[in-house]
């Protein structure tokens, strides 16, 4: 089956410092998705990335789908406490697209 | 108010009885998910529905049960054949359809507790 690994699994952080996770298929995706889990809290749907090279940002976060749609890396630049929390991927598989094969998961801690 | 709902947030159970936890979406989604998730752990499918009376094993199928005679329903049940069901579990909801943006929606959870 699809294999996803992401590294690191735990990152700690002091606040103000930039934060990178990098998400790894073992085959080509279709798409891939993030998600944001908030300490006791459910997932949270950031974005999809569908084309090859594509980069997308959302205010300090910037999503990029690497060229051969087999990684993808979330960086969130000068980090605050409010980004607390396990950023999971969800690679879309390339023969259907559905997402629901998640990554273990990188868990974020940022000290104030 | 649309979403996803889950009940309820904590369920105490003993061992050897079968529990069946509530998941019910007002998005008008087609395709429902069962996750599990452990302390400090990401999520594992169990079930997924993507239409209505049809539904899918996951990776960890095994001690659990679902439904999906209604849309906007899917529950789960976890029978006394799990073997260590105490975790967190995640109902999601989606758009099924290739090629939509089918970013799933998640209920609040529900913490199981065998004791």
């Known amino acids: 089956g699809q294999q996803v690994m992401q590294i690191p699994q735990y990152q700690h952080v002091q606040e103000g410092e930039d934060f990178t996770t990098y998400c790894n298929s073992s085959?080509?995706?279709?798409?891939i998705q993030w998600y944001k889990q908030r300490p006791g809290g459910h997932p949270v749907f950031l974005i999809q990335?569908?084309?090859?090279?594509e980069v997308k940002k959302q205010k300090r976060l910037t999503f990029q789908f690497g060229e051969a749609k087999k990684n993808s890396s979330l960086h969130i630049t000068a980090t605050q406490t409010t980004d607390v929390g396990t950023y999971f991927c969800a690679p879309g598989a390339h023969n259907y697209g559905q997402n629901f094969v998640f990554g273990p998961g990188t868990r974020l801690s940022v000290l104030p | 108010d649309g979403g996803i709902t889950q009940s309820p947030k904590y369920l105490f159970r003993k061992e050897g009885q079968n529990v069946t936890l509530s998941c019910e979406q007002n998005l008008n989604h087609d395709a429902m998910y069962w996750y599990r998730q452990d302390p400090g752990q990401g999520l594992r499918l169990i079930y997924y529905?993507?239409?209505?009376?049809?539904?899918q094993k996951g990776d960890i199928a095994e001690g659990y049960s679902v439904s999906r005679e209604k849309k906007e329903s899917f529950p789960l049940t976890v029978t006394s054949a799990q073997k260590n069901p105490t975790a967190f579990y995640l109902c999601?909801?989606?758009?099924?359809?290739?090629?939509?943006?089918?970013?799933?929606?998640f209920g609040p959870g529900t913490r199981l507790t065998v004791l």
């Open positions: 990335l569908v084309k090859s090279g």
């Open positions: 085959t080509t995706l279709s798409n």
């Open positions: 529905s993507q239409i209505v009376n049809d539904f």
């Open positions: 999601a909801s989606s758009r099924a359809l290739p090629g939509q943006k089918n970013e799933q929606f």
